[in-house]
């Protein structure tokens, strides 16, 4: 199953997403059956890039990533692309990244496609932990399987919880994936990927969240 996204105002990309089964080094495979709200977002941009993003589905029309997966630098430069929208934006008090894609027809759910619960209340606490998941580049290739991977917290700060990268690290594909764990028998989404191992807490967006989806989407 492949949709078409597209930026609205502040974008210059095409992504394609392809909801399938990941790479975190250090992780282990895992498969959309394990996880049936992980998304691969594969991007084609205007100068001729191909890359590769992760992401979580929210909602039959939404996807969550990360902000710098789905635009250029040059933020005044729109392309038009047909049958695809995304709406992007940030919240004013953080500079980071965060971005819900919009689809243009809605995901049907199934047993390998379901949304994540969003974490509205910062359910994670310290040496809680939990479980993060991407399609980024193992060191000496190209992921094609989703690979998960464990870790625990280490520090909050503000807005943000910090895991240990000793145990497992990051990749480049792995930008947008879910940071994520059980709560109430429910897989609920705590943050996204961004780099480093520092992870935005999903609960300071919900407002943003919850403006973008039209209150389709609340924490």
């Keep these: ?13 095409l992504a394609a997403l392809f909801v ?9 495979p895992a498969t959309v059956q394990q996880y049936p709200f992980l998304a691969q977002l594969t ?5 001729g890039y191909t890359g590769r993003c992760s992401g979580s589905i929210v909602a039959q029309q939404f996807v969550i990533s990360a902000y710098h997966c789905i635009v250029e630098p040059d933020f005044n430069e729109t392309y038009a692309i047909e049958n695809t929208l995304v709406i992007t934006g940030t919240n004013d008090a953080y500079k980071g990244a965060n971005t819900d ?5 809605p995901i049907e759910y199934n047993e390998v496609q379901k949304p994540i619960i969003l974490d509205g209340k910062e359910n994670l606490k310290l ?20 690979r998960e991977a464990e870790t625990n917290i280490i520090a909050l700060n503000q807005y ?3 895991y240990n990268e ?23 989404l705590h943050g996204i990927i961004h780099g480093g191992n520092h992870i935005p807490w999903i609960s300071y967006f919900c407002d943003w969240i919850k403006e973008v989806t039209e209150n389709e989407l609340n924490c």
């Design 101 to 105: 894609g919009i689809l243009t027809e």
């Design 43 to 47: 991007i084609h941009k205007p100068n």
């Design 20 to 28: 399938s089964a990941f790479s975190v080094n250090g992780g282990q």
């Design 166 to 188: 000793s145990i497992v690290q990051s990749g480049s594909g792995d930008s947008g994936g879910p940071f994520f764990s059980k709560v109430n028998d429910d897989w609920t």
């Design 160 to 162: 943000v919880y910090c």
């Design 1 to 13: 199953m492949s949709l078409m996204l597209k930026i609205i105002g502040i974008a210059t990309i």
């Design 127 to 146: 040496n809680d932990s939990a479980i993060f998941a991407g399609i980024g580049p193992l060191p000496d290739q190209m992921a094609d399987i989703f």
